[in-house]
Nanobody
């Protein structure tokens, strides 16, 4: 089992910054891929960013150049630095762990943290 707890969300003005954290516990190892997704009211959940165990990152088109994902394996924590925030970034942000064991993948999700960007 893996537990994920997000923190760092809040209300910020457009142009501002926030840093989200995702603390992982349980059967997670440094080679597992971690992602951030977000979901706005009435919209589908979308990928924001991902980072592999080797540190390879990938970003959704709408956040490229503004958001940065990173991880601290010693702390089992993944971060999402969000700069130049826009009102359209308003959403609930979810941490996700993609766990491969014995050639099978299982996804774990946190409860999410709300980010609201005012114009």
């Amino acid at each position: 089992q893996v537990q994920l707890e997000e923190s760092g969300g809040g209300l910020v003005q457009a142009g501002g910054s926030l840093r989200l954290s995702c603390a992982a516990s349980g059967s997670i190892i440094s080679s597992d891929t971690m992602t951030w997704h977000r979901q706005a009211p009435g919209k589908q959940r979308e990928l924001v960013a991902s980072i592999t165990g080797a540190g390879t990152t990938n970003y959704g088109d709408s956040v490229k150049g503004r958001f940065t994902i990173s991880r601290d394996n010693a702390k089992n924590t993944v971060y999402l630095q969000m700069n130049s925030l826009k009102p359209e970034d308003t959403a609930r942000y979810f941490c996700n762990a993609q766990i491969w064991r014995a050639f099978m993948r299982r996804d774990y999700w946190g409860q999410g943290t709300q980010v609201t960007v005012s114009s």
